[in-house]
């Protein structure tokens, strides 16, 4: 009795249809992130004029709150760097490995920025004069 056994992997194949449908879901998630900016000041401008608590100090505009710009800009970069990747992976322009590494490394940047950017010790009070 010769138990032979044959090395199979399972492979998720997509149809070209199925590609295309997937690579038009991620255009128009990317045009959203791209628009992201523009909706949440909007937002921030609609919710403005209908407080009428005048004492609270608001931003003048919503790209003046803290951090918001660079939160937009750079995850908003990050967010269409994954995209472009997904789909130039999903078109065979780059194969798995390349794709694979781009993605490791670009949420390595990513996360590893956003952690740099959270510290767990307060800043050091100024002292008062």
């Known amino acids: 009795m010769s138990a032979t ?10 149809s070209q249809s199925e590609v295309n449908a997937i690579i038009i879901f991620l255009v128009a998630v990317a045009l959203v992130v791209v628009l992201q900016p523009l ?8 919710r403005r004029e209908k407080s009428t608590n005048s004492n609270q100090e608001d931003a003048p505009s919503f790209f003046e709150i803290p951090y918001i710009t660079w939160f937009l800009v750079h995850y908003g970069v990050a967010t269409i760097a994954i995209i472009a990747i997904v789909i ?16 490791g490394s670009l949420f390595g940047y990513v996360l590893g920025s956003s952690s740099k950017g959270s510290s767990s010790t307060p800043p050091p009070k100024k002292p008062e004069e």
């Open 5 to 14: 056994t044959t090395s199979q992997s399972a492979a998720f194949v997509l």
């Open 39 to 46: 909706i949440l000041s909007v937002t921030f401008r609609k």
């Open 88 to 103: 130039l992976g999903l078109d065979q322009i780059i194969d798995k490995s390349t794709v694979a590494a781009l993605l």
